[in-house]
T-cell receptor, first 111, second 110 residues
């Protein structure tokens, strides 16, 4: 059974700062990782995925994968109050497309 | 855009009732999933399906069953609803690993 651990938070940062969200995983052989954003009362929305070691950038978001240390992180630059949400990390690579989710980190960006 | 729809946003049922939650996706995805989400417990997988009429148990299948008669539709059935099944139910679909979620159904069992 794969396990994904996330900082439970909550994490609070001022507007304009960099928010750093971290996640560790148990299966050294895992190949794919995902970040979902979930606003209160809404369903999770896929915002980033990463398959290769290193960084992947998309606008203000950067996903980082370090397979040797078995962690994946999400950096949000120039954080905005609209980024306030719970961020879920997920590990994939299982048969049949199953994902294993962490419990999420709640982020608050204050003006 | 991927579109996953769920039959109801809010549902209130009585203990002992049989409850059907429906999920439909329009992207010809092979895989479909049912989760429940509770505060402090995160997303927990109930059942998933990788093809028509095929199903696999997730981590918490007890008290639930599923049906997938058509590729685009995946139903979750609560055979006899109980108060501990009050939760947010989320459906997702995928072609490979990237899962896309529906809006969710908040079910209250009284």
């Amino acid at each position: 059974q794969k396990e994904v651990e996330q900082n439970s938070g909550p994490l609070s940062v001022p507007e304009g700062a960099i928010a750093s969200l971290n996640c560790t995983y148990s299966d050294r052989g895992s190949q794919s990782f995902f970040w979902y954003r979930q606003y209160s009362g809404k369903s999770p929305e896929l915002i980033m995925f990463i398959y290769s070691n290193g960084d992947k950038e998309d606008g203000r978001f950067t996903a980082q994968l370090n397979k040797a240390s078995q962690y994946v992180s999400l950096l949000i630059r120039d954080s905005q109050p609209s980024d306030s949400a719970t961020y879920l990390c997920a590990e994939g690579g299982s048969t049949l497309g199953r994902l294993y989710f962490g419990r999420g980190t709640q982020l608050t960006v204050w003006p | 855009d991927v579109k996953v729809t769920q039959s109801s946003r809010y549902l209130v049922k009585r203990t002992g009732e049989k409850v059907f939650l429906e999920c439909v996706q329009d992207m010809d995805h092979e895989n479909m999933f049912w989760y429940r989400q509770d505060p402090g417990l995160g997303l927990r997988l109930i059942y998933f399906s990788y093809d028509v009429k095929m199903k696999e148990k997730g981590d918490i299948p007890e008290g639930y069953s599923v049906s997938r008669e058509k590729k685009e539709r995946f139903s979750l059935i609560l055979e006899s609803a109980s108060t501990n099944q009050t939760s947010m139910y989320l459906c997702a679909s995928s072609w490979t690993d990237e899962q896309y979620f529906g809006p969710g159904t908040r079910l209250t069992v009284t």
